[in-house]
C-alpha cells in the first residue's frame, strides 16, 4: 500500500516539474484584459478625432497620427503585461527570466518582427488597407509559435487572430472593426478566460 | 522476474534524479541553475545526483563556453530515456493495479 501512495506522488511530482520546466506559467491573464482595453481605446480615439478630420485615406498627417496611435497602444500592453506577469513569477517565488520566458520570447518573436517589417513595407508602399490584417494575421501566428511554452489557450487565440486577420483582407475597408474585435474583444475574453482558470 | 515491480529502476528512487530526468524528458538541455531552480535542492546535492546519473549513462553532460564563462549542460541519453519511460509505466502499472 505504502509503495502505491509513493507511486502516486512520484507521478504527480513528474508531471508537475515536466510541466513547470517546459511551459512559462507567469503568463498574465489580466493583461490580456488591458491590453484589449487599450487597442479599444486606441480605435476610439482614432474614429472620435483623428478619422473625421480626415476624410481622404491617403493622407501623410492621418498616417502618421494612426502610427502613434497604435505604437501607444502596443507599448502600453507591453508594458502592463510585463509588469503584472512579473509581479505573478515573483509571487510564485519564480523569476520571469528563464530558460522557458526565452524561448517563449523567441518563439514569439519571429512571427511579429517578420510583420512589424512586413507593415513597415505596406506603409512605404502605400497599401494601407492591408496593414490591419498583416498585424492581426501575423500576431497570430507568433501566438500559435509561442503556445506550445505557455498556457494552451495562447494557441487558440493566436488561431482566432488569424481568422480575423483573414476575414480582415477580404473586407479591408472596415480594418477599424477588425481591430476593434482582434485586439480588442478577442483579448479581453482571453484574459478573463486564463484570469478564472489560473488566477483566482 | 514478471511482477508489476520489475520495471521499477532502483536509480530513480530519489525525488531528485525523478526530477533531473524529468526536466531532461521535456528540455532539449538545461543547466545546473536551471536544475537548481526547478528542484530547488542545494549545489552538493544536486552534484552529486547528476554525476550518478552520467555515471550509470543515463545523462550526458555537454561543455561549452558562452562568451568566456564556461557553462555545463546536461541532455539525457537515449538509454535514460528509455529507462525512464519504463519506470515510469511501472509507477503507473503499480497504480492502476490497486
Known amino acids: ?200 | 522476474m514478471k511482477d508489476l515491480i520489475s520495471g521499477l529502476n532502483k536509480t530513480f528512487e530519489s525525488r531528485i534524479r525523478l526530477g533531473i530526468m524529468s526536466v531532461l524528458m521535456v528540455n532539449d538541455s538545461c543547466d545546473f541553475n536551471g536544475f537548481k531552480d526547478t528542484l530547488g535542492t542545494t549545489d552538493g546535492n544536486l552534484a552529486s545526483h547528476l554525476k550518478a546519473l552520467e555515471e550509470k549513462g543515463l545523462i550526458q553532460v555537454n561543455k561549452q563556453f558562452i562568451g568566456r564563462k564556461p557553462n555545463t549542460s546536461y541532455s539525457a541519453t537515449e538509454e535514460g530515456m528509455r529507462q525512464f519511460q519504463l519506470h515510469l509505466r511501472s509507477l503507473e502499472n503499480l497504480i492502476n493495479s490497486q
Open chain 1, 1 to 200: 500500500m505504502d509503495s502505491i501512495t509513493n507511486s502516486a506522488d512520484d507521478l504527480k511530482t513528474i508531471r508537475k516539474i515536466m510541466e513547470e520546466s517546459s511551459r512559462f506559467l507567469s503568463l498574465s491573464g489580466l493583461s490580456g484584459i488591458f491590453a484589449g482595453s487599450y487597442a479599444i481605446a486606441g480605435a476610439l480615439v482614432a474614429w472620435l478625432f483623428i478619422l473625421p478630420d480626415h476624410p481622404a485615406m491617403d493622407n501623410s498627417v492621418l498616417r502618421f497620427q494612426l502610427i502613434i496611435v497604435a505604437l501607444s497602444v502596443l507599448i502600453l500592453s507591453i508594458a502592463t503585461s510585463l509588469y503584472l506577469s512579473g509581479r505573478k513569477a515573483k509571487k510564485a517565488g519564480k523569476s520571469i527570466w528563464s530558460p522557458v520566458s526565452r524561448r517563449l520570447l523567441l518563439n514569439l518573436m519571429i512571427p511579429l518582427v517578420s510583420g512589424g517589417c512586413f507593415t513597415i513595407i505596406l506603409l512605404f508602399r502605400n497599401d494601407i488597407q492591408l496593414i490591419v490584417p498583416g498585424l492581426l494575421i501575423f500576431y497570430g501566428l507568433a501566438l500559435v509559435n509561442a503556445g506550445k511554452f505557455t498556457y494552451g489557450e495562447v494557441f487558440y487565440l493566436g488561431i482566432l487572430e488569424i481568422l480575423t486577420g483573414l476575414f480582415a483582407a477580404l473586407f479591408s475597408d472596415q480594418g477599424i472593426w477588425f481591430w476593434v474585435f482582434g485586439f480588442g474583444i478577442l483579448h479581453i475574453v482571453y484574459g478573463f478566460i486564463v484570469y478564472r482558470k489560473y488566477e483566482s
